[in-house]
Nanobody, 127 residues
């Protein structure tokens, strides 16, 4: 059983940056592919980014490509989401998730394909 705890959310002005962290415990972190998702009020949870076990492969949603960077530190059991050039439409609760297999973007982008989820961290971008 893997436990995931997100942190780093907050209020930031448009154009600013935040770095989210997701700390994992209770499992072999390096054995899990990780993803970040977000959910805005009244909307479905959507894919943001994913990273393979080693960190050598990544996927991004088109809406964040070039602005967000996913990375991981297996020694610290932590995955990160660096968010730059933030926009008001990035406002959402951000969740990290884990699954045992890294696959295609069509799979990694689907919430139902993940086994473990964190509780989320709020990101609010003001205009």
């Amino acid at each position: 059983q893997v436990q995931l705890v997100e942190s780093g959310g907050g209020l930031v002005q448009a154009g600013g940056s935040l770095r989210l962290s997701c700390a994992a415990s209770g499992g072999t972190f390096s054995g899990y592919a990780m993803g970040w998702f977000r959910q805005a009020p009244g909307k479905e949870r959507e894919f943001v980014a994913a990273i393979s076990w080693s960190g050598s492969r990544t996927y991004y949603a088109d809406s964040v490509k070039g602005r967000f960077t996913i990375s991981r530190d297996n020694a610290k059991n932590t995955v990160y989401l660096q968010m730059n050039s933030l926009k008001p439409e990035d406002t959402a609760v951000y969740y990290c998730a884990a699954r045992t297999l890294f696959s295609t973007v069509q799979v990694m982008g689907v919430t139902e394909k993940y086994d473990y989820w964190g509780q989320g961290t709020q990101v609010t971008v003001s205009s």
